[in-house]
């Protein structure tokens, strides 16, 4: 049998870990906290409960070390939709096939009609989004997609359907950079009542996606859960030991964790669970703690406040002005979005609030070259 | 459950690895690798008679619990190493070998290059590899993928008696390795030994400290001891040296 991560998750039982990270206590917290090198282990006790009256000590330390690998530097990036077709029903999505919403694929000509928007605010990373219709924009149209915005940007993500290993490998060829895929929840049952239609249904195939991009050679791999679907520190706790198999297995992939927490949008589905800001917070420092090398990656779907003092507290990469629905940035600004923004503020303003904190802005950090050398 | 270190398909009890080097007479080699409670010991294919069953050396080293591990010590490039491995192998009866190739025959430090060509070639042909290194992280990764059954970075030099000074290597090694890590070349006291294990090091491997030391009996027991207690302290968890300060402007009161 191939080893993926699934052999790794199934050593694993939810519910003890779930009773091992609300029944530390204050000493444990202490302990783990005057270690230099953080474990796994050591992370379950970051994100309990318990450490809650520690996160200003965490959030120090979590500062210090960023800045010692990342120095005083925030990357910028924009994503862009390129398709709200979808065959999934997600419960939480707003692009979940049941939504009677009008679909929207991008053409050649809307697509670098966008493209020219988002040049003109200053991206030089950026991140192609789709649904999951694999007739219409499946291999073929993202393959297309990417040889067509190449030469326009030094760096290009996806966070789009799940693809077998030889359908990264064409991409990859073609300029593909980094792909981003949420597990959404790592808890199996839970994940089957959310995503009940559709290809996405495949627990396992979802699971091991990131073993199929480690070997496929991609560059870089981002990983997160949805959180309110489930227990947060469950499903980061699990998120932190896919993070660590990965890391060990494919040594040469870069990877980098989002935090997207569940927002109002057109599904029926609402928060089970409720996370914090504080407990964003808490999460965010606790990864960093556990490794200094991750890359931290904050959306707009975050408030203004929270996101000018999230700067500094461990954060090394953000977006601006983001709009979720394809088009919406010069093709068609007022169709409907996959979930609401919170952040509405400009990227010239977001840039403003990042220097005025003492960082500089990074736009570019790639160079196309290096992942399609044989191309022009 | 019992600690035990897996290789291949062989179950070790002790952690300490030694070699049959540099002691001034068989019988004492003998007796200080059995205070040593040693069940893996190197064997330069140079030194031994291949052709003699009642070698000197391998007539005091026919002990049950004894494993014999051949070494590549003497050859210069893959292509030596590859054929010294397939006569040991005919000789020694053992698929297991330590594969050292130094072309540098003053500090005998590791060839990368051709250690990763001579272990790629090795594992192909049905060995069990144990590369001596350089405490390289990426070249450890590299032997991984070519199907080592563990890696053997230096501490020091070999023969040196330095200590691990390539302790910060040692530590990524360990931190990102799939197979066990095994610190050879350079342990020159037990303090050393336990100091590896300590780190999360799988096992040592120690010769001259013991060979060369007045008394090598009661060295190859004090090695012993100093490497149960070095994985002991490592399993339970060493107590925290270090205390983190905490910063005076606050970061998080914008949640209160």
């Known amino acids: ?376 | 459950m019992k600690d035990t270190l897996q290789i291949a398909d062989k179950t070790f009890t002790s952690r300490l690895f030694t070699g049959t080097g540099k002691f001034s007479n068989t019988s004492l080699m003998r007796d200080s690798i059995l205070a040593s409670e040693s069940e893996l010991v190197t064997v330069a294919l140079k030194r031994v008679d291949i052709d003699n069953e009642s070698d000197d050396m391998l007539v005091h080293l026919k002990e049950n619990h004894i494993n014999l591990l051949p070494n590549t010590s003497g050859v210069r490039t893959a292509k030596e190493a590859v054929f010294a491995a397939q006569l040991a192998r005919e000789a020694l009866k053992t698929n297991w070998v330590k594969l050292e190739i130094h072309p540098d025959p003053k500090y005998l430090l590791p060839d990368p290059i051709e250690t990763l060509k001579a272990a790629e070639e090795l594992v192909k042909l049905g060995f069990v590899v144990m590369p001596y290194i350089h405490a390289d992280p990426v070249l450890c990764k590299r032997l991984e993928e070519v199907g080592v059954q563990c890696v053997m970075p230096l501490g020091a030099p070999i023969g040196s008696n330095k200590g691990l000074k390539t302790n910060d290597f040692l530590e990524i090694i360990i931190e990102q390795s799939n197979v066990p890590v095994i610190v050879d070349a350079g342990i020159g006291a037990p303090s050393h030994a336990a100091f590896a294990m300590e780190l999360g090091a799988d096992a040592v491997l120690v010769n001259t400290a013991i060979a060369v030391s007045q008394n090598p009996i009661a060295m190859g027991k004090a090695f012993k001891m100093a490497v149960e207690a070095g994985r002991m302290a490592y399993n339970a968890k060493l107590a925290p040296v270090k205390k983190h300060a905490e910063a005076s402007s606050p970061l998080t009161s914008f949640l209160s």
């Open chain 1, 1 to 376: 049998m191939q080893n993926t991560f699934r052999n790794t998750f199934d050593k694993y039982d939810w519910d003890t870990l779930e009773h091992d990270i609300y029944g530390f206590s204050e000493a444990d917290v202490k302990s783990v906290l005057a270690k230099d090198k953080i474990t796994l282990d050591d992370f379950k006790v970051l994100i309990s409960p318990a450490a809650t009256p520690f996160l200003e000590q965490m959030a120090q330390r979590s500062h210090e070390l960023t800045k010692k690998r990342f120095g005083n530097t925030i990357q910028m990036y924009i994503p862009m939709y390129l398709s709200n077709e979808c065959q999934n029903i997600c419960t939480y999505c707003g692009f979940s096939m049941t939504n009677k919403i009008p679909r929207k694929t991008l053409s050649d000509a809307e697509i670098l009609k966008e493209v020219a928007h988002i040049k003109s605010l200053g991206y030089d990373h950026i991140l192609l989004v789709t649904g999951e219709a694999n007739r219409t924009v499946g291999v073929s149209y993202l393959k297309h997609a990417i040889a067509l915005i190449r030469k326009h940007f030094s760096n290009i993500s996806i966070e789009v359907q799940p693809l077998d290993q030889e359908e990264y490998e064409t991409l990859i060829t073609e300029g593909l950079y980094a792909v981003l895929v949420y597990q959404e929840t790592y808890h199996e049952a839970t994940y089957k009542i959310h995503h009940p239609k559709g290809k996405k249904s495949n627990f396992n195939y979802r699971l091991d996606t990131p073993d199929r991009l480690g070997k496929a050679g991609i560059h870089k791999i981002g990983l997160g859960a949805l959180f309110g679907l489930e227990d947060w520190r469950v499903d980061s706790f699990y998120t932190a030991l896919h993070l660590k198999y990965l890391q060990k297995t494919y040594w040469k992939t870069k990877y980098s964790i989002s935090f997207p927490r569940l927002r109002p949008h057109q599904g029926e589905v609402q928060p089970k669970v409720e996370m914090t800001d504080k407990d964003l917070v808490q999460l965010i420092c606790a990864y960093r703690l556990l490794d200094e090398d991750v890359e931290l990656s904050m959306s707009t779907r975050e408030s203004e406040t929270f996101r000018n003092h999230i700067i500094k507290l461990g954060i090394t990469s953000i977006s601006a002005e983001s709009k979720t629905n394809p088009g919406g940035y010069a093709v068609e600004p007022q169709s409907l979005e996959q979930f609401e923004i919170s952040d509405e503020r400009s990227t010239d303003a977001i840039k403003d609030m990042i220097q005025s904190q003492g960082y500089e802005v990074v736009w570019k950090d790639w160079d196309r070259s290096y992942v399609n050398s044989n191309l022009e």
